[in-house]
């Protein structure tokens, strides 16, 4: 079996690789795994037998001939320019987040050959504020370009699913914990507020203590990515884009699990500076109900102190 995983060496690349590289095959899938790792800039140590490193832009068409030349079975699409960069950035968000994912697309068309292709979009298709409960039936409202890129993302993801290009499946990934520092992401403090406090370190955190979240661990992702890709085509025909179970928390009762997974009382290393802006966008998160997600094996972390566990790991 053939995987290709874009944006390979990205923070959930890195851990979604990690686990492709210990499971023999994926569910349901017969034979050895076959990576083709595609990045800009790869660690050389991951090559072995049976992976395959191609360093270069995923928008390039030598970069995708190279990584399609030979039929592929699976495709994580993973690669993208965060939201931070992209709204700062707006040609580059476009170029990566838009344009980039139509390229693979079309490269997958023209080679004739359908693989299940598995889309990493974003709660960003929601937009700010938030209605009073996010469900499987909201309304897409992006407000700012990267949701509004994820979202034609997903369009075009049913779109050559529908063609038969693809076995198309978009996840909406919401906050990831602990990301790397300065990565482009405005919603980087949640990952901050977990990573500096059990380091025991203070924090300034621009969202008050009542400011309420959707967290989720970067091993609950892959597990949720490597679900996605094992799903029966049915089921993805009936459904292309998922919202994901989530834990939905304060940013006070992280505090209580970052003590909790410490084993000591970190309360005191906090100071609440709510900006408006980040508190508007990433403090209000509402009650979010996706029962055909929880019903196809789709899961969250399973607890507060689970997800800070799993995320000091990233630390």
Sequence with gaps: MRILVTGAAGFIGKSLVARLLST???????????????DRVLDPQVARTGVELIPGDFREPATLQRALREPVDCIFHLASTPGGTAETDPELGLDVNLHGTLAILE???????????????????????????????TPTEPSFSYGAQKLIGEILVRDYSRRGVVTGISLRLPGIVARPRADGMISIFMS?????????????????PDGVSWFMSRECVVDNLLHAASLPAVVCATQRAWLLPVLRASMA?????????RGTDVSGLITYDPKPSVQAQFGSYPPLHCPSSVAAGFRDDGSLLRLVQRALIDT
């Design 24 to 38: 023999p095959a994926l569910a349901g899938a017969s034979g050895a795994i076959e990576l083709l790792l595609l």
């Design 107 to 137: 490269a997958l068309r023209k080679r004739g050959h359908t693989a299940r292709f598995v889309f990493a979009s974003s709660i960003g298709v929601y937009g700010a504020p938030m209605p009073a409960q996010i469900d499987e039936h």
């Design 192 to 208: 901050d507020l977990i990573r500096e406090l059990s380091a025991g370190r203070p924090f300034t955190c621009p969202v008050g």
């Design 253 to 261: 009762e992280v505090v209580q699990a970052v003590s909790a997974a």
